[in-house]
């Protein structure tokens, strides 16, 4: 089956079987390997991308649901200069991150809830990203990263 999308602001055409989950297309015939695989089950969010810019699950979506449609993943997040999104220098700076595997779809996630809620408090935060776990940081310094990204997405 051909689906065509748009990937990262690429036109791309994948030839994939019908059953080919978006995270098995993104990862292992687009190689963007920084949409990770953590649960299978839609638990962790690990494999969080942005779909036409709302956060979704990519381990839970079929290729052939976003024909036609525009995927971001974290590689197609930051400028094309190497200049991060606000959101990951914010990441960068509050320390919302340890070991890493959760970084990209929390950081997709946050994207998508400051899209749609910049104003946002800590509670509110919390809130939304829990469908993104973290096994390192107790959340503290995301929740900080999310509210300076917020603030620096809407200047």
């Given at each position: ?35 990770h695989v953590g649960c299978d089950t839609a ?46 220098a914010a990441f960068k700076e509050c320390h ?60």
């Open positions: 089956m051909q689906v065509q999308l748009t990937v990262n602001g690429k036109p791309v055409t994948l030839d994939a079987p019908p059953h080919t989950l978006l995270v098995q297309a993104v990862r292992e015939h687009l190689r963007l390997t920084g949409t638990q962790c969010g690990a494999c969080t991308v942005l779909l036409d810019g709302m956060a979704v699950k990519s381990c839970n979506m079929l290729l052939a649901q976003v024909a036609g449609r525009a995927v971001t993943t974290i590689e197609g997040l930051a400028q094309a200069d190497g200049t991060l999104h606000p959101m990951q919302g991150l340890q070991c890493g595997f959760c970084t990209p779809g929390m950081v997709l996630s946050s994207v998508s809830l400051c899209t749609s809620n910049p104003d946002a408090n800590a509670g509110e935060i919390r809130e939304l990203l829990e469908g993104n776990l973290c096994r390192c940081t107790g959340y503290q310094n995301i929740v900080k990263a999310v509210q300076q990204g917020a603030v620096a997405m809407k200047a």
